[in-house]
């Protein structure tokens, strides 16, 4: 019976993934990314009936295409598809190493702008096979809110294509600017055909829900916005772009409620959305994106007021227990039948700033996972603690929390605790097992932790990397990026890093001590698998380890008993021939290693950054060095002769920095083109939180696209 059911899992799979393959390789599959799709997420289906349900959920769909090579290289691939990857049908997309892919760049979008940290740009790729440029017909864009009150001056919501390095002539260029008539502090989200936004605004204590059809414009700036047409919900969809409406979000009562703090959950299947904000109400609106006039829903139940007097995070819909799940300003947590309209809800478990961010929900797994600031309790040095809860998604209230892991010590006034992010672990397994990361100690200097999970079930934390500020300040939500690797089977792991920001104080030495974007590679070991020279992973001491050998090797069926000793070595292989050879770098830290400097003293133990920003030990007890850098020896373990300094190489640099006016908001990735596209379309994006110099556009908030491994 157990062969029968795997069987028609992996033939149900088989379907899911050719379906995929077939449909990228006879027409374009578009992809939208924005806020919500880190925020209702699937783990792997367990037999065929799940496998059925979640290739007819256009989100798992969406899921699928944003993280393939991860699925690809982890699921059991059906022969069809591994067929489709020899036959060219399907291209290998990137490789393991640590490339700086291009100067990054930074548009400014008005000063004074305040977006908050759990903030997300979003982006609309045309075809996930290919990066589109300014002169296709259909380019790919990002787009972000600029977080001022909009006038004839100043655009409140801007679009920026000709996204990529490997574009010719400016790049990025306005691809369209809009007056909207208020100011966006809540993420946009996308139709998924990409023509059409929604987002909430507010003016005057108003919240206000609109929908937005864009058009290209050849000369629309955030300085100068192009013009667009207000109509009335019922002429909107068949309004000629540009055009937008708007619904004044409104009680029971039809008294107008604001929104600074809830975005939109669109739900594709259904072509409605969800949105909450203050005084606990939370609003459902029809017909969204097509159909019938767009509407929010008013009768007996709706709108619903959740919490009273009090502030709504962004609800999570999730269709599977048919329940909206969402967080308020007092630290409860809420399940809502989206049906009947009947409310559920946890004890406090929000002491501090109240729960100001999303949940992240398991479909797949049942599983809703809750981010607290405060947990008061005195679990940590006798105060309070940051702390991470999961939930069930059908047995809210009898079955309560199913369980807490703490992040962190907390305090009675701390910073927020924002949403975490999975690891590709957790998106592979079929019952909720791999690593959370999050940015906790809210009531000290951030530190991301690594919270590792096993069937659903918290372990231990850990703090990786050190403190991400030298005081006492908030941090961004935590986004986890695959960049992926050969698909051949067994072949070369992907490369996977995690990103956060700090809003002060920032330790890595780029950041100057002020508001920093930072990123550290956590990609882990993996058995039986071929690893180049060069290639990195996080072991289980939370040190990192390179491949010193010149022909690369073959990983054993279980993890090696690493050398914890920096420069020390650790075979691993079943076979003395084929047989990895690691090189212990030393353990994982945001806290940058100095440059090389020229006629400089450097003793035994000393480690700097080359110029290929790979770190150099210092192998005698005492030298000075050239008064020019040495031609270095780029290969792991190999030495470089620099005047009477002995270095060996200890590989590449596993964190990366980059200056951000008070921080950052969420960042968002775009990883999913093949290999051989345009040359730096495998990107993040971001605003800053303050102002500062954006790159040539002037001093403002900046939106900014970084590269992945080296944020340059």
Request: proline share 7%; with cysteine; charged share 10%.
């Amino acid at each position: 019976m157990r062969l029968g059911v795997s069987l028609a899992v992996l033939v149900t799979l088989g379907w899911v993934l050719t379906g995929q393959a077939a449909r990228q390789t006879h027409k374009p599959t578009h992809l939208v990314t924005d806020w919500s799709h880190r925020h209702l997420v699937f783990s792997q289906p367990r037999n065929a009936e799940e496998a059925r349900r979640l290739a007819e959920d256009p989100r798992y769909d969406q899921q699928f295409n944003r993280q393939a090579a991860r699925h690809l290289m982890q699921v059991p691939m059906p022969e069809a598809v591994r067929n489709s990857f020899a036959s060219g049908e399907l291209q290998r997309p990137g490789h393991v190493h640590h490339p700086k892919l291009h100067r990054d760049w930074s548009e400014d979008l008005g000063s004074g702008g305040t977006l908050p940290a759990n903030y997300f740009p979003a982006k609309y790729s045309f075809d996930v096979n290919t990066a589109s440029c300014a002169t296709d017909p259909n380019p790919d864009f990002a787009v972000f809110s600029t977080g001022l009150l909009s006038s004839g001056t100043q655009a409140s919501i801007v679009a920026y294509d000709n996204l990529y390095f490997g574009c010719t002539g400016t790049r990025p260029q306005v691809y369209w600017a809009y007056d909207t008539g208020g100011q966006i502090l809540t993420s946009p989200v996308f139709s998924e055909d990409g023509t059409q936004l929604a987002f909430v605004e507010t003016n005057g204590g108003l919240g206000i829900f609109v929908l937005l059809k864009w058009a290209a414009s050849a000369t629309a700036s955030v300085t100068a916005p192009g013009p667009i047409t207000t109509v009335l919900p019922g002429a909107y969809h068949a309004c000629i772009a540009p055009c937008m409406t708007q619904i004044i979000l409104a009680d029971q009562s039809n008294v107008p409620t604001d929104d600074t703090t809830s975005s939109i959950f669109y739900d594709y299947k259904n072509n409605f959305a969800w949105v909450g904000g203050a005084r606990g109400w939370l609003h459902k609106i029809l017909s969204v994106f097509s159909g019938g006039p767009p509407t929010e829903l008013k009768n007996a139940k709706w709108p619903l007021q959740v919490s009273n007097s009090l502030w709504l995070s962004s609800p999570v819909y999730d269709r599977r227990s048919v329940n909206v799940f969402v967080g308020d300003s007092g630290g409860l947590f809420y399940s809502i039948d989206a049906t009947s309209g009947a409310i559920q809800s946890t004890a406090q478990l929000d002491f501090g700033t109240g729960i100001t961010d999303s949940p992240v929900v398991d479909t797949n797994g049942q599983l809703a996972y809750v981010f607290a600031s405060n947990d008061g309790s005195t679990n940590c040095a006798g105060g309070p603690c940051a702390a991470v809860y999961n939930l069930s998604t059908t047995q809210f209230v009898t079955g309560g929390p199913v369980g807490k892991v703490t992040v962190g010590a907390s305090s009675a006034t701390p910073s927020p605790l924002y949403s975490g992010a999975f690891d590709s672990n957790y998106y592979a397994s079929q019952n909720g097992t791999g690593n959370l990361y999050v940015c906790g100690n809210t009531g000290g200097p951030p530190a991301i932790y690594q919270v590792p999970i096993n069937a659903g079930v918290f372990g231990t934390s850990t703090a990786i990397g050190g403190s991400l500020s030298i005081g006492t300040t908030g941090c961004s939500p935590v986004s986890d990026i695959v960049n992926p690797g050969t698909l051949n089977p067994g072949g070369p792991p992907p490369v996977e890093w995690i990103f956060s920001g700090t809003q002060a104080g920032g330790t890595p030495g780029a950041c100057g001590g002020g508001g920093c974007v930072i990123s550290m590679m956590i990609q882990a070991w993996k058995p039986d698998n071929l690893y180049p020279l060069n290639t990195a992973v996080l072991d289980s001491n939370f040190n990192i380890q390179v491949v010193t050998n010149i022909l690369g090797g073959r990983s054993g069926d279980n993890p090696p008993t690493w050398n914890m000793a920096t420069k020390g070595d650790t075979t691993d292989g079943n076979g003395v021939a084929t047989a990895v050879v690691w090189q212990n770098q030393g353990p994982l830290s945001v806290l940058s290693q100095p440059l090389w400097q020229g006629s400089t003293l450097y003793n035994l133990g000393d480690i700097v950054i080359d110029s290929n920003n790979n770190y150099e030990y210092c192998n005698n007890s005492g030298g000075t060095s050239g008064l020019t850098p040495p031609t270095w020896d780029t290969r792991t373990g190999k030495n470089t002769a620099d005047n009477t300094v002995h270095w060996i190489n200890l590989g590449p640099n596993p964190t990366s920095a980059l200056p951000a006016s008070g921080g950052s908001t969420g960042i968002i990735m775009d990883n999913v083109v093949s290999n051989g596209t345009l040359t730096g379309a495998s990107q993040v994006y971001f605003s800053t939180l303050g102002s500062q110099v954006c790159g040539t556009s002037g001093t403002g908030n900046c939106a900014i696209q970084a590269s992945q491994p080296g944020l340059n």
